[in-house]
């Protein structure tokens, strides 16, 4: 079996063409699809195996294209990082990722469509949006504050009249430093919340294409952010065979330390897509309050201890998630599934 094994820069990449233990060969490229395009016209390999990365979408594309299969290890693969090694080049990097896949012992990850991919970057870049935004909202509480400026607290400081406030605030300070940066933040708060609003308009034109979008949001307390983030992350519900597989991915199942007659789980993993999971806790949080499901769940896990609130969050995120998954896998409504009883806490 031929294999090309390539570690990926910016710049520039480190090709590694297997055969055998002895028949390996080495070459340096520009990292560019011209590049990798004549790589794999010249070698024909039966596989091409990379790195996760930024790259790996359009690799996946020309790959497909070429109708040649691609492997794109983890690299958080305890196996892959081989973290006592005492020489660490690109040279040998490569080498271990042709290695590991002759072996069968790469641990790979899944790459969407080039449509999938664009709407995950749009949904991460709202995020980013959210983030910022909020950034300036403390901005801008700790400059009143420093002042001893008094101020509404929560959602109602950024409301129209909010805002109107704030601006003849800094209109009354203008003279001053405080209202030089009030007036700036401000300026910046709204330019990020237009932004934020037609990021939204066109994810849901997009969501509104999506049959599965409009599956998840009849569950009572999902969203179209929560919906659109579970089918756009999870893509294709057939590559996992259960529930556990599905929570292992977002990282909500926890840790485990076994050996002897120890067997001791700690704090979740934390692997997988962190935007999923944090919007996945969120909903829980509000969830148990209005769904009878979410909150027959939380309480089940909760056990009558104000101490496991955390931890039973996390189980009811855990199990939201699966039950999108089920819901994704069988093109099955929620008032379905509670008729069923197969939603059952």
């Known amino acids: 079996m031929k294999i090309v094994a390539i570690d990926m820069g910016k710049s520039k990449s480190v090709v590694c063409e297997y055969a055998a233990a002895h028949d390996t060969s080495f070459s340096t490229i520009p990292t560019s699809i011209q590049e990798f395009r004549g790589v794999l ?5 039966e596989r091409v195996v990379i790195e996760v990365g930024p790259s790996a979408g359009w690799v996946h594309d020309l790959c497909g294209e070429m109708k040649i299969p691609l492997e794109v290890a983890n690299t958080a693969q305890e196996l892959y990082t081989c973290r006592r090694t005492k020489r660490k080049t690109d040279k040998d990097d490569a080498l271990r990722l042709a290695q590991l896949s002759v072996m069968q012992m790469l641990q790979t990850v899944h790459i969407p469509a080039a449509p999938v991919r664009e709407w995950r970057g749009l949904i991460r870049y709202r995020h980013a949006q959210i983030q910022r935004r909020t950034t300036i909202k403390n901005t801008i509480r700790a400059l009143l504050h420093t002042r001893a400026i008094p ?24 003279d001053t430093v405080m209202g030089m940066q009030l007036e700036e933040e401000l300026k910046q708060y709204h330019a990020v919340q237009e932004t934020i609003e037609r990021l939204e308009t066109k994810l849901d034109a997009i969501s509104a ?15 179209p952010r929560l919906a659109e983030v579970i089918v756009a992350i999870i893509d294709d519900p057939h590559r996992f065979t259960n529930g556990k597989q599905v929570g292992c991915y977002a990282g909500l199942t926890p840790r485990q330390h076994q050996s002897g007659d120890t067997n001791r789980q700690g704090r979740i993993s934390g692997e997988g897509d962190t935007l999923l999971r944090s919007l996945l806790v969120e909903v829980s949080w509000l969830g148990r309050r209005h769904n009878p499901w979410m909150k ?8 009558g201890s104000p101490k496991r609130k955390k931890i039973a969050i ?32």
């Open 209 to 223: 294409l999506d049959a599965r979008v409009a599956l998840l949001r009849t569950i009572p307390g999902v969203g």
């Open 296 to 303: 027959a769940v939380y309480e089940n896990a909760l056990r």
């Open 314 to 345: 996390v189980a009811l995120a855990r199990r939201l998630l699966v039950v999108c998954w089920a819901m994704l896998r069988d093109n099955t409504p929620w008032r379905t599934l509670v008729k069923e009883g197969k939603a059952a806490a």
């Open 41 to 45: 016209e010249r070698t024909r390999p």
């Open 151 to 174: 101020w509404a607290g929560g959602a109602a400081a950024w409301t129209q009249a909010g805002l109107k406030e704030l601006a003849e605030l800094a209109r009354q300070h203008q």
